[in-house]
């Protein structure tokens, strides 16, 4: 009998020395993969040639400069351009959604007034700002379309394509 319980004794300290044996173990290996792969990472970047950009060469630029200034002349291409940008919570996209379909149709009033519902949920939605300073110049009211792309312009979490976006109204004549 107690040949069994040292037995029994036995195992368990074997078992539980063979288990803090083989997380030692694998936490060793871990930390060596993960040094063997930042220094194959390093070596890396160090064979990279540093050759300078020429802009000249890069037909990206040239489409966006297009682009842009399709923004700045063309009104319909830049509605659709604000049509693609969605707001961050849902309960703000479904109201522009509503307001969208009434852009649309041409109740500029509607939409307007449904933006405006809006603004009153969230005052942190450059998609929201967007359309308002849009559908203001649509309504030949550019000072109300310029201090909706200024205010648009205050919040911190805006996208890069919508500040551009903002500052066409802002600039507008």
């Given at each position: 009998?107690?040949?069994?319980?040292?037995?029994?004794?036995?195992?368990?300290i074997?078992?539980?020395?063979?288990?803090?044996?083989?997380?030692?173990?694998?936490?060793?290996?871990?930390?060596?993969?993960?040094?063997?792969?930042?220094?194959?990472?390093?070596?890396?970047?160090?064979?990279?040639?540093?050759?300078?950009?020429?802009?000249?060469?890069?037909?990206?630029?040239?489409?966006?400069?297009s682009?842009?200034?399709t923004?700045?002349?063309?009104?319909?291409?830049?509605?659709?351009?604000?049509?693609?940008?969605?707001?961050?919570?849902?309960?703000?996209?479904?109201?522009?959604s509503?307001?969208?379909?009434f852009?649309?149709?041409?109740?500029?009033?509607?939409?307007?007034?449904?933006?405006?519902?809006?603004?009153?949920?969230?005052?942190?939605?450059g998609?929201?700002?967007?359309?308002?300073?849009?559908?203001?110049?649509e309504?030949?009211?550019?000072?109300?379309s310029?201090?909706?792309?200024?205010?648009?312009?205050?919040?911190?979490?805006?996208?890069?394509?919508?500040?551009?976006?903002?500052?066409?109204?802002?600039?507008?004549?």
């Amino acid at each position: 009998m107690q040949k069994r319980s040292k037995m029994k004794a036995t195992k368990k300290i074997l078992f539980k020395l063979r288990k803090v044996l083989k997380s030692y173990f694998f936490k060793e290996i871990k930390y060596l993969v993960l040094a063997f792969l930042f220094l194959l990472n390093m070596s890396a970047c160090s064979l990279l040639e540093k050759k300078p950009i020429q802009i000249d060469e890069i037909e990206e630029v040239e489409e966006f400069s297009s682009s842009l200034t399709t923004l700045l002349v063309d009104r319909q291409f830049l509605k659709n351009e604000i049509l693609h940008i969605h707001a961050g919570t849902p309960s703000i996209q479904r109201i522009i959604s509503e307001s969208d379909i009434f852009w649309k149709e041409g109740k500029l009033k509607r939409a307007s007034t449904t933006l405006e519902r809006a603004l009153r949920i969230s005052k942190n939605e450059g998609s929201v700002y967007l359309r308002l300073a849009h559908i203001r110049m649509e309504e030949k009211k550019p000072d109300e379309s310029r201090a909706f792309a200024s205010r648009g312009l205050l919040i911190d979490d805006l996208s890069s394509w919508e500040r551009v976006l903002m500052n066409i109204y802002l600039n507008a004549e």
